[in-house]
Protein backbone atom coordinates (compact mmCIF):
# COMPACT_ATOMS: atom_id res chain seq x y z
CA UNK A 1 0.00 0.00 0.00
CA UNK A 2 1.62 3.24 -1.21
CA UNK A 3 1.84 6.24 1.77
CA UNK A 4 2.78 9.56 1.19
CA UNK A 5 3.26 12.04 4.76
CA UNK A 6 3.81 15.25 3.95
CA UNK A 7 5.62 17.85 6.77
CA UNK A 8 7.62 21.52 6.42
CA UNK A 9 4.47 23.35 5.84
CA UNK A 10 3.94 26.85 7.98
CA UNK A 11 3.20 30.26 8.12
CA UNK A 12 6.13 32.96 6.36
CA UNK A 13 6.57 36.44 5.68
CA UNK A 14 6.18 37.32 1.72
CA UNK A 15 9.75 36.87 0.39
CA UNK A 16 10.30 34.30 2.90
CA UNK A 17 11.18 30.40 2.11
CA UNK A 18 10.00 26.89 3.24
CA UNK A 19 11.16 23.75 2.19
CA UNK A 20 8.25 20.40 2.23
CA UNK A 21 9.26 17.28 2.31
CA UNK A 22 7.07 13.90 1.52
CA UNK A 23 8.13 10.29 2.91
CA UNK A 24 7.16 7.19 0.66
CA UNK A 25 6.53 3.97 1.38
CA UNK A 26 5.05 1.17 -0.35
CA UNK A 27 6.43 1.27 -3.69
CA UNK A 28 8.73 0.65 -6.27
CA UNK A 29 10.20 4.66 -5.83
CA UNK A 30 12.05 4.86 -9.39
CA UNK A 31 9.19 3.45 -11.14
CA UNK A 32 6.77 6.60 -10.38
CA UNK A 33 6.36 10.61 -11.33
CA UNK A 34 6.36 12.42 -8.34
CA UNK A 35 4.16 15.90 -8.15
CA UNK A 36 4.33 18.40 -5.80
CA UNK A 37 0.38 20.11 -5.80
CA UNK A 38 -1.54 22.95 -3.82
CA UNK A 39 -4.93 24.17 -3.10
CA UNK A 40 -6.13 27.27 -2.12
CA UNK A 41 -9.85 27.63 -0.79
CA UNK A 42 -12.29 27.79 -3.38
CA UNK A 43 -10.02 27.22 -6.20
CA UNK A 44 -9.19 23.63 -7.63
CA UNK A 45 -6.21 21.79 -7.09
CA UNK A 46 -3.18 22.71 -9.33
CA UNK A 47 0.22 21.21 -10.33
CA UNK A 48 3.11 22.73 -9.12
CA UNK A 49 5.89 20.99 -9.59
CA UNK A 50 6.76 17.37 -11.14
CA UNK A 51 9.84 15.19 -11.26
CA UNK A 52 9.76 11.64 -13.44
CA UNK A 53 11.60 8.66 -12.74
CA UNK A 54 14.27 10.12 -15.22
CA UNK A 55 14.77 12.52 -12.92
CA UNK A 56 13.45 15.21 -15.42
CA UNK A 57 11.11 18.52 -13.87
CA UNK A 58 8.44 20.39 -14.92
CA UNK A 59 7.18 23.70 -13.16
CA UNK A 60 4.24 25.41 -13.38
CA UNK A 61 5.10 29.14 -14.64
CA UNK A 62 3.83 30.51 -11.27
CA UNK A 63 6.44 28.82 -9.87
CA UNK A 64 9.45 28.77 -12.40
CA UNK A 65 12.49 30.23 -10.89
CA UNK A 66 11.57 30.05 -7.28
CA UNK A 67 10.52 26.73 -6.47
CA UNK A 68 12.61 23.52 -6.73
CA UNK A 69 11.53 19.91 -6.53
CA UNK A 70 13.88 17.28 -5.58
CA UNK A 71 14.87 13.77 -4.52
CA UNK A 72 17.46 12.00 -2.30
CA UNK A 73 19.72 9.31 -4.37
CA UNK A 74 17.41 6.82 -2.67
CA UNK A 75 14.83 8.94 -4.27
CA UNK A 76 12.74 9.53 -0.54
CA UNK A 77 11.96 12.04 0.54
CA UNK A 78 10.77 14.03 -2.12
CA UNK A 79 11.47 17.70 -1.56
CA UNK A 80 9.82 21.20 -2.33
CA UNK A 81 12.34 23.96 -1.85
CA UNK A 82 10.23 27.02 -2.25
CA UNK A 83 12.01 30.75 -2.34
CA UNK A 84 10.53 33.90 -2.66
CA UNK A 85 7.09 33.18 -1.31
CA UNK A 86 4.20 35.23 -2.02
CA UNK A 87 0.47 35.69 -0.38
CA UNK A 88 -0.68 33.85 -3.53
CA UNK A 89 1.26 30.57 -2.93
CA UNK A 90 -1.22 30.08 -0.54
CA UNK A 91 -2.63 26.66 -0.06
CA UNK A 92 -2.46 23.19 1.09
CA UNK A 93 0.23 21.61 -0.76
CA UNK A 94 0.17 17.60 -1.56
CA UNK A 95 2.43 14.94 -2.55
CA UNK A 96 1.17 12.79 -5.21
CA UNK A 97 2.54 9.33 -7.17
CA UNK A 98 1.74 8.37 -10.65
CA UNK A 99 2.88 4.95 -12.32
CA UNK A 100 1.18 5.95 -14.94
CA UNK A 101 1.29 9.27 -16.76
CA UNK A 102 3.87 12.26 -15.53
CA UNK A 103 1.84 15.53 -16.50
CA UNK A 104 -0.07 18.33 -14.37
CA UNK A 105 -3.56 17.07 -14.67
CA UNK A 106 -3.94 15.70 -10.76
CA UNK A 107 -6.85 12.85 -11.93
CA UNK A 108 -3.83 10.96 -13.18
CA UNK A 109 -2.09 10.38 -9.73
CA UNK A 110 -3.73 7.57 -7.50
CA UNK A 111 -1.79 8.20 -4.49
CA UNK A 112 -2.24 11.46 -2.21
CA UNK A 113 -0.40 12.47 0.88
CA UNK A 114 -2.91 14.40 3.25
CA UNK A 115 -1.19 17.57 2.30
CA UNK A 116 0.54 20.54 4.70
CA UNK A 117 -0.21 23.51 4.90
CA UNK A 118 1.16 26.91 3.84
CA UNK A 119 0.48 30.10 4.41
CA UNK A 120 2.34 33.45 3.16
CA UNK A 121 1.35 36.91 4.96
CA UNK A 122 2.13 40.19 3.31
Known amino acids: QVQLVESGGGSVQAGGSLRLSCAASGYTYSSYCMGWFRQAPGKEREGVAL???????TYADSVKGRFTISQDNAKNPLYLQMNSLKPEDSARYYC????????????????WGQGTQVTVSS
Open 96 to 111: AASDLYCNMRPPNFGY
Open 51 to 57: IDSDGST
